[in-house]
Each structure stands twice: as structure tokens, then as C-alpha cells.
């Protein structure tokens, strides 16, 4: 675990709605959590990572969904060309 994630606002909260259907109730509760996230970005920061080396990050990191995130990556490919 990183140091990141022991101040993590879903830190105890069941990760149903992390990784629940993209769509609805859950995955407004999950980004109402990480709204209120100190370290929403790290963790949005760790997801893009993780993606990059080739692994697929499924559920909501950072208030994004695995859509958003892909979107996100080919953006900062594109900057970094």
C-alpha cells in the first residue's frame, strides 16, 4: 500500500461502488467520494500510471471512471509527442 492511500476519504468504505456499473447511484456515490478526496489526485495520478505500464485499472480512481482515465492517458501522450 502507498502512503497516499491511508488518507484515502474511501479508506473503510465498501468498494461496491468503486467498481460497480459505471452509470447511476453507485458511480455518483463514488465520485461524491473522491470529491471530497485529499488525495483524489494521487490516487487519479496512480490509476494513469498503472494504465501507462500496460495494466488496465478497472473502477473509479481519482473521480474517474476506466473511460475518463483512457481519455486522460491519450491526452498526456499527445502533450508529451
Known amino acids: 500500500m502507498t502512503d497516499w492511500m491511508n488518507d ?3 479508506r473503510g468504505i465498501d ?3 468503486f467498481f460497480a456499473a459505471y452509470t447511476g ?3 455518483r456515490e463514488a465520485k461524491r467520494v473522491c470529491a ?3 488525495v483524489a489526485q494521487q490516487c ?3 490509476a494513469l500510471d498503472t494504465m501507462t ?3 488496465d485499472v478497472d473502477g473509479v ?3 474517474t471512471t476506466h473511460t475518463q482515465r483512457k481519455k486522460l492517458r491519450e491526452q498526456r501522450q499527445e ?3
Open 8 to 10: 484515502a476519504a474511501c
Open 15 to 17: 468498494t461496491v461502488i
Open 25 to 27: 447511484d453507485p458511480l
Open 36 to 38: 471530497t478526496c485529499p
Open 44 to 46: 487519479l495520478d496512480w
Open 53 to 55: 505500464n500496460g495494466n
Open 61 to 63: 480512481y481519482g473521480g
Open 79 to 81: 502533450a508529451a509527442a
